[in-house]
C-alpha cells in the first residue's frame, strides 16, 4: 500500500483564520514533505521532516508552520495567509534512505480570500 | 547542483499514436531520476523510477523510461497513446538529502 492521505481536500480561509491541514501515512515511511503546487507549475518544496525532525526549511514564511506529532502524522498550521498562498498543498512521504521514491498524497486545494 | 529540463511544455499526439515526453537532467553525481504523472485535481502518482541497474526502465500503464548517460537523458514513451493519458508529465532527479528536483513539467493532450 502507497497511500498517503490528506485533509481537507479543499479549505477557504480568511486572511485572518487559523486553520491546519493535515497528512497520514501507514507504509512506515521516516521522512515527510509539504509542497506548495501553483496551477501549471511543478511542486516547490516548503519542509521536510526526517525521523519526526525538521531537517528541510526552504525560506518558508512563519505563517506557515509545521508539526511532526509521530512517524505517521504531519500537519501544516496556517495563520494570517496572504491570497497569493492559495495553492495545492500536497504532502509526501519516503522511504529512509535519502533516495528513496517519494509518495504523494492528492493534495489539499487552498483559497485564501 | 541538479537540474532538470522537460523539452516541450505542451505536446498533442493522436489516440494510438507513439508517446515521447523529453527529460534531460544536469547531475554532477549519479541521479536516481522519477517520471510522474498528474491528472487534473489530483497529486501526483508514480509512473515509474531509475536509480541503478537497467537503463530501460519499465512503469505503470504501459509507460517505459531509458537512462542515456551519455545523453544525459530521461526520455518517457508509450507506443499507442490512449485518451485516459492525457495529463501533465513531471521528470524529476535527486542525489540524495531530501530533495527531488523537478522539471517544469509537460502538459499531454490526446486527440481522438
Known sequence: DTEVTQTPKHLVMGMTNKKSLKCEQHMGHRAMYWYKQKAKKPPELMFVYSYEKLSINESVPSRFSPECPNSSLLNLHLHALQPEDSALYLCASSGPASQETQYFGPGTRLLVL | ?112
Open chain 2, 1 to 112: 547542483a541538479q537540474s532538470v529540463t522537460q523539452l516541450g511544455s505542451h505536446v498533442s499526439v493522436s489516440e494510438g499514436a507513439l508517446v515521447l515526453l523529453r527529460c534531460n537532467y544536469s547531475s554532477s553525481v549519479p541521479p536516481y531520476l522519477f517520471w510522474y504523472v498528474q491528472y487534473p485535481n489530483q497529486g501526483l502518482q508514480l509512473l515509474l523510477k531509475y536509480t541503478t541497474g537497467a537503463t530501460l526502465v519499465k512503469g505503470i500503464n504501459g509507460f517505459e523510461a531509458e537512462f542515456k548517460k551519455s545523453e544525459t537523458s530521461f526520455h518517457l514513451t508509450k507506443p499507442s497513446a490512449h485518451m485516459s493519458d492525457a495529463a501533465e508529465y513531471f521528470c524529476a532527479v535527486t542525489t540524495g538529502g531530501g530533495k527531488l528536483i523537478f522539471g517544469q513539467g509537460t502538459e499531454l493532450s490526446v486527440k481522438p
